[in-house]
């Protein structure tokens, strides 16, 4: 293999202490040498910046940038201006990645030729992992035609809802090598905007300007999933406004020819699937329980979400989710409270 090619790894960084040197040390010992890691502190307000400087000072790839507080979005953004590789890897810097990924990733690149390599990843909880593999085999994928990828980034469709849970398996900027040229020029949208997804409007613009890509059937990302201070944990209080805007802005990527009828049917099927993350969010607020089946009733209730349960196919589904969407399309917010509570139950568990 050609290991004249730098890979360029961005590691936007947050109140990240006590995991930090496991994700740098999984990156610093990476069988491919030829890497550097641009490390962006985004005024981190724990002992990041010190072992950020540690690291540089034994290791020259790495690469430490300080900015004022602006969210990931603005330091993945930054970290991606800066870097100077031939090719782009993502990792959070609460997670980790198998010390062969960009060995095998790259190599893979070059020898299919493809824009873009992606991986599996696992969940990693307290007390246990959950593999996620995003397809059944290694596949390389043809995307001048139909672009199966960008469809996915918008939502299931059809016999995929059988797996609702795996509505945002492809949307992470994590777990995929992109050459640098591709992505240089995309800015990742702030999240006060659309309050979460950055990485799906990223990847529907990475993928829409992709001729080639190909899924490399193995596990290398460790998703870490008991950060209690991840930007996915929380309240948020203006999250069902933000999604609107995402929608939207997901739906600008819809292209117009004889492919539109199922891209439209993803996102319709991706709105209607929001009620989860609506609720587990609604749930993590400091409402009264008939406040919050209010709220769960007129997020049913609206125009785009009852356009959007109308088309969803359950039949598709495990009994479980059947049940629950089946409350979604009466509107019964009481019984999608407790169901979500459930839900929650078993996610922090």
């Known amino acids: 293999m050609d290991k004249s090619n730098l890979v360029s790894i961005v590691v936007p960084i947050y109140k990240v202490e006590a995991y930090l040197p496991k994700c740098l040390e999984s990156i610093l010992n990476q069988n491919y040498r030829n890497i550097e890691v641009i490390c962006v502190n985004d005024e981190s307000p724990d002992q990041s910046l010190e072992l950020l400087n540690e690291y540089s000072q034994k290791d020259t790839r790495v690469k430490v940038i300080n900015q004022k507080n602006q969210g990931v979005s603005a330091a993945r953004t930054r970290g991606l201006k800066e870097a100077k590789g031939d090719w782009i890897l993502f990792v959070d810097g609460d997670d980790w990645i198998e010390t062969d990924t960009c060995e095998k990733a790259l190599f893979i690149a070059l020898d299919q030729q493809v824009d873009i390599v992606i991986w599996g990843y696992k969940k990693e909880f307290e007390n246990r992992s959950e593999q996620k593999q995003l397809f059944t085999e290694s596949t390389y994928f043809d995307l001048k035609e139909y672009n199966e990828l960008q469809r996915r980034v918008l939502g ?107 891209y439209k049917s993803a996102l319709q099927n991706r709105i209607a699937l929001s009620i989860v993350g609506i609720g587990l969010n609604e749930c993590n607020s400091k409402k009264g329980i008939m406040d919050k089946v209010s709220f769960l009733n007129d997020y049913l209730s609206s125009d785009s979400y009852t356009e959007a349960i109308a088309q969803l196919q359950i039949k598709y589904m495990p009994l479980h989710w059947k049940v629950f969407f089946f409350c979604c399309k009466n509107k019964i917010g009481l019984g999608v409270y407790v169901l979500i509570m459930a839900i929650r139950k078993i996610i922090n568990r």
């Open 156 to 262: 299931l469709y059809g016999a995929e809802l059988a797996d609702p849970a795996g509505a945002d398996s492809m949307v992470t900027v994590w777990g995929k090598l992109y050459r640098a040229e591709l992505i240089r020029d995309i800015e990742f949208v702030d999240l006060k905007v659309i309050g979460t997804a950055e990485d799906a409007l990223f990847n529907l613009e990475a993928l829409g300007k992709a001729k080639a890509a190909y899924y490399l059937n193995d596990i290398f990302y460790h998703y870490r999933k008991n950060n209690a201070v991840s930007v996915t944990s929380g309240y948020r209080a203006e999250l069902a406004n933000q999604w609107s805007i995402l929608f939207q802005k997901m739906a600008a990527f819809i292209p117009n020819d004889s492919n539109s009828s199922i």
